[in-house]
């Protein structure tokens, strides 16, 4: 059973930044494209980005373009979501889960192949 665990969410100021992990066990992640999904109180979880298997291949929903980097170190068996510039609009609990990126509707929930982890919170106010 694969199991994902989100860290190094925190209180921030708007402008700030934060780098989200995610630790995937106990496969390697040279097999998985994951994506970063978010869940705003009151709304749907939806992703903000993607990445391949080898990280030759990244997407991103427009709200995040230019402020966000996702990455992934294989050896790590870790994925990161670097928010830089954050907004206010970006508080919601961050989640990672393994999802093609070649999906067209990679960024919906439907789209997810294995479990969810248990999230991380991410605040963003003054």
């Known amino acids: 059973q694969l199991h994902l665990e989100e860290s190094g969410g925190d209180l921030v100021q708007p402008g700030g930044s934060l780098r989200l992990s995610c630790l995937v066990s106990?496969?390697?992640?040279?097999?998985?494209?994951i994506a970063w999904f978010r869940q705003a109180s009151g709304k749907e979880r939806e992703g903000v980005a993607c990445?391949?298997?080898?990280?030759?291949?990244?997407k991103y929903v427009d709200s995040v373009k230019g402020r966000f980097i996702i990455s992934k170190d294989n050896s790590k068996n870790t994925a990161y979501l670097q928010m830089n510039n954050l907004k206010p609009e970006d508080t919601a609990i961050y989640y990672c889960?393994?999802?093609?990126?070649?999906?067209?509707?990679?960024?919906?929930?439907?789209?997810?192949?294995?479990?969810w982890g248990q999230g991380t919170q991410v605040i963003v106010s003054s």
């Open positions: 889960g393994t999802v093609p990126c070649s999906d067209s509707r990679w960024y919906k929930v439907p789209a997810i192949t294995g479990p």
């Open positions: 106990p496969d390697t992640l040279d097999y998985y494209d």
């Open positions: 990445i391949t298997s080898s990280s030759e291949s990244t």
